[in-house]
């Protein structure tokens, strides 16, 4: 199969896209670092839309909510269509931590950290709206816990900072058998939370 | 898994259920059941509550309204701060959608209620994990089984696509085995030819 990835030469967007490569599939990525940028809507759509599955991966503000609208019109009743639509765990909490005081954590005082929270529950209210127009494109909300990359490093300064962050190469295995043991019901949602956050 | 595990399930008698059980006894797990059977009741969570006490993992399964609202709530009590301790809840694929498909939604199965119970088992796995950080609460969203159907399942159950209990307790199984730098706290499933079916 033919997949298309924003985003994928870093972090858990690279593991996808070796997980996917290393089953045989032909995966392209489109990202920053190879001239394309999420925020042109129009032309990331047109170059993803031949393929077989897109993973609606990098993040650029409301961007994905756009890429996807568009590219469901084009994909809609296409039943060999898949969507994997990366979101984060940080929707399903309102809380900094059990007392609601401030902790590490990656929106506080933020407006870049709230933007991001907000732009993903809007992808993730986006991907249920569109799951009832139509039986397909198939559509997948993951929603990860922060990974343990390079870019995170330190990111959530405390003793249990390994303990804290998912290995992006065993959430994109998991999530690839999720993908391929798809057959009388599939994966529309699949949540990830580190272990440790206190 | 390599620890034999202790597992506490409501409503194993038949369904999702039974096949939960099968799946951890067949991995060497002992299972502790509760069923009216053998004289539970959910409404009634506190005799559950204490039976559980050294589980490490139950699986919130049997429904009855807001009951699996309220053990959740007893048992994150009873069980917090203790570490290496999960419970698992079986929600619905209903509150992903609020369109209760080709029925009013005063005929859906189950009584309209349905939808709003299982809305309240997911914002209470929210609200909770936020509160606690043992044990750790997942949530997993199920559509219809394949299994024998009550008499007020049969009406809807014409055009319904189920899912095989033994796939999805399958799935189940290996996300709770994930479990070690993070869980999986939520899962949704969906029948593969949802809407095709309904609009025959």
Known sequence: MKIAITGGNSGLGLELSRIWKKHGHTVVNFSRSNGHNIDNVDSIVDAVKDFDIFINNAYSGFAQVDILYKLFQIWQNNQDKFIINVSTEQTNRWLQNKNNETTALPWKHSQRSFNYRTSKVALEDAQLFLSQQSDSPKMMMLKPAIMDTPRNQGFIPTDNDTRCKSDPVKVAQFVYDLWNNRKDFYVTEVALRPLEWY | ?200
Not at chain 2, 112 to 120: D, E, G
Not at chain 2, 126 to 147: H, I, S
């Open chain 2, 1 to 200: 898994m390599l620890k034999k595990l202790s597992i506490g399930i409501t409503g194993t008698s038949k369904g999702l259920g039974l096949s939960l059980k099968q799946k951890f006894l067949s991995h060497g797990h002992e299972v502790l059941e509760f069923n009216r059977s053998n004289g539970y009741d959910i409404n009634n969570p506190a005799n559950i509550v204490e039976q559980v006490n050294d589980c490490d993992i139950f699986i919130n399964n049997a429904y009855s309204g807001f009951a699996q609202v309220e053990l959740l709530y007893a048992l994150t009590q009873q069980w917090e701060n203790i570490e290496h301790r999960y419970i698992i809840n079986i929600g619905s694929e209903r509150i992903c959608r609020w369109n209760v498909a080709g029925l009013d939604w005063k005929d859906a199965p189950r009584g309209p209620a349905y939808r709003t119970h299982k809305l309240a088992l997911s914002e209470s796995v929210e609200y909770l994990y936020q509160q606690v950080a043992w044990p750790k609460l997942m949530l997993v969203n199920v559509g219809a089984m394949d299994t024998t159907p009550s008499a007020y399942w049969n009406e809807y159950r014409k055009n319904l696509v189920t899912m095989p209990c033994d796939q999805v307790s399958t799935l189940i199984y290996n996300s709770i085995d994930q479990r070690d730098q993070y869980f999986i706290s939520e899962l949704s499933l969906r029948p593969t030819n949802f809407y095709k079916d309904i609009s025959k």
